[in-house]
């Protein structure tokens, strides 16, 4: 059965750094999202991406993150200075939407870990 | 905007016991999900209610929907220990983003 993957499975770095997180959604995917979960909390939208463009972002996904899908397969999150508020797991998430097809697949997140 | 209420946030019952989640959302929407997460893991899916009065049930776990009370069910019936963990009733608005609660932990005592 399809699925979507993320790399890395945990990512440790020092604050100021950047990083990339990344994900290969279901391939016959059209939507791509970003939600993000603190240790303990609920899951929080972030951002959703549809034809090479952000379709809707929420106030966390302020000018440190962007997104990409530099290829095919790939779509990217990356956050250009880490703070220590960032730490999380980041879960993509793809979707279909066609054919009233809505629902969203997740990933199995990665663990961001800013020290 | 839209507010997803879980309660209660916490739960400790026996095995072989019954109870019910309760989910409260604040505005229109015709599709709510519940999701199971254990420690650590991903978010798996449970059931996806479509519409009103839509009931759904997977071995212990039933699930409705009452759109015009904005208001979703998870009953858990004779519960056992292997359905400990994170529960999340989260609204789908259009599509373009999901709208999750906060979740409630449920720790099932053997």
């Known amino acids: 059965e399809p699925e979507v993957t993320q790399t890395p499975s945990h990512q440790v770095t020092q604050m100021g750094q950047e990083v990339i997180l990344r994900c290969v959604p279901i391939?016959?995917?059209?939507?791509f999202y970003w939600y993000r979960q603190i240790l303990g909390q609920k899951v929080e939208f972030l951002v959703s991406?549809?034809?090479?463009?952000?379709?809707?972002k929420s106030e966390i996904f302020d000018d440190q993150f962007s997104v990409e899908r530099p290829d095919g397969s790939n779509f990217t999150l990356k956050i250009r200075s880490t703070k220590l508020e960032d730490s999380a797991m980041y879960f993509c998430?793809?979707?279909?939407?066609?054919?009233?097809?809505?629902?969203?697949?997740f990933g199995p997140g990665t663990r961001l870990t800013v020290t | 905007e839209l507010k997803v209420e879980q309660n209660p946030l916490f739960l400790s019952m026996q095995e072989g016991k019954n109870y019910t989640i309760y989910c409260n959302y604040s505005?229109?929407?015709?599709?709510l999900y519940w999701y199971r997460q254990d420690p650590g893991k991903s978010l798996e899916s449970l059931f996806v209610?479509?519409?009103?009065?839509a009931v759904k049930q997977e071995g212990r776990l039933m699930a409705s929907l009452d759109t015009k009370a904005r208001l979703s069910t998870l009953h858990i019936t004779a519960a056992v220990h292997d359905l400990s963990a994170t529960y999340f009733c989260?609204?789908?608005?259009?599509?373009?983003?999901?709208?999750f609660g906060k979740g409630t932990r449920l720790h099932i005592l053997p």
């Open positions: 505005t229109t929407s015709d599709r």
């Open positions: 991406f549809y034809n090479n463009e952000i379709s809707e």
């Open positions: 391939s016959n995917h059209l939507y």
């Open positions: 989260a609204v789908d608005l259009r599509g373009d983003k999901i709208i």
């Open positions: 998430a793809s979707s279909v939407r066609q054919f009233g097809l809505r629902e969203q697949y």
């Open positions: 209610l479509l519409s009103n009065g």
